[in-house]
């Protein structure tokens, strides 16, 4: 079943200043926070939600804080950066606490609630309470933790300044900025520059292991073997490739690792296009692709299978392939 989410619209081109407001009742904003962070128990976990309705890690961290008053800026790593580093022997109610998960450096996160445990939003059972020294999981992956309710001054935290390429009317912002936050797009992005194997298979990479949603557990040491197997590439050496993909080209890799496009599926794929038969290389996984509105073609009637995909056309390809994984 398709899980459709919001886009959210963060992240600034230029240089933003995110301050951690001075606290004067320490205890009471203690108490506080602990409480309201409690009222979201339950609260399913939602790839980049930042409400209610569904919170990832970071958007769960960010939404408690501002309720008790705190700005905190939106992603994992930018928390990690706010604050005064505290050790864990020193760890007090209300703190920042950080894991490394799929990748290194913080990519998770919570609140420290007292006596060894945090409340957090995980990807298998949404808003939970779990120890900080869990022998079989967050206890080998704990990494750090801040101080933002005692900081006797303001903290200025420096988001690295961006190439002005795009902005927010370009037509595919909303879905860079989004894999951008989740640090699925790592490095300088070039939206209307043709895109490389090895830029495409590295987002791809990065996206598998935020999502974690494959039948096995996806980790920095098996994600390679896994794309691998599933004939997305044919070796390490894919993610260092200079190749150029083609439109086709790229809507096969990406549509051959979901779960759900067997081969009875691709028997029913059919689409009209002037320049793209059956005969082409790829026609199936893109005529499913086509189907399920994760790409399209153009007004004239064409596709153009074998243009040269652009790095803007790929993040929108990727990030609505996300949506039905």
Excluded at 108 to 122: L, M
Excluded at 272 to 283: A, L, M, P, V
Aim: hydrophobic share 35%; aromatic share 10%; proline share 3%.
């Amino acid at each position: 079943m398709k899980m459709r989410k919001k886009i959210i619209h963060s992240v600034s081109l230029a240089v933003m200043l995110l301050a951690v407001p001075t606290v004067t009742d320490a205890s009471s904003k203690v108490d506080n926070l602990i409480e309201i962070s409690n009222k979201y128990k339950g609260v399913p976990y939602s790839w980049g939600g930042t409400t209610p309705n569904g919170f990832d890690c970071s958007g769960y961290t960010q939404y408690v804080f501002k309720k008790a008053g705190i700005t905190l800026p939106r992603t994992s790593d930018q928390q990690y950066n706010i604050g005064t580093p505290v050790s864990k022997s020193n760890l007090e109610k209300g703190d920042l606490v950080f894991f490394s998960t799929y990748r290194s450096g913080p990519s998770h996160n919570g609140i420290y609630i007292g006596d060894g445990k945090f409340i957090h939003s995980s990807t298998s059972s949404g808003v939970i309470i779990s120890s900080i020294n869990d022998p079989f999981y967050w206890g080998a992956r704990y990494i750090g933790a801040r101080k933002v309710l005692k900081e006797p001054k303001q903290v200025e935290v420096k988001v690295p300044v961006k190439k002005e390429v795009y902005n927010e009317g370009y037509w595919a912002y909303s879905y860079i900025e989004r894999l951008k936050e989740l640090q699925i797009i790592e490095k300088d992005f070039s939206p209307n520059k043709s895109i490389t194997e090895g830029q495409a298979m590295t987002m791809f990479k990065n996206a598998l292991l935020k999502m974690n949603r494959s039948e096995i557990e996806l980790t920095n040491s098996n994600v390679v073997s896994y794309m691998i197997n599933k004939n997305v590439i044919d070796s390490s050496n894919s993610l260092n490739s200079n190749k150029l993909l083609t439109r086709a080209e790229a809507v096969k890799k990406i549509v051959g690792v979901l779960g759900e496009f067997d081969e009875q599926s691709k028997k029913q794929q059919a689409v009209s296009f002037n320049d793209f038969s059956r005969s082409h290389e790829g026609y199936q996984e893109v005529a499913y692709a086509i189907n399920e509105k994760m790409i399209t073609g153009y007004n004239d009637g064409s596709f153009k299978p074998d243009t040269e995909m652009k790095q803007s056309e790929f993040a929108v390809l990727l990030y609505r392939a996300l949506e039905l994984l």
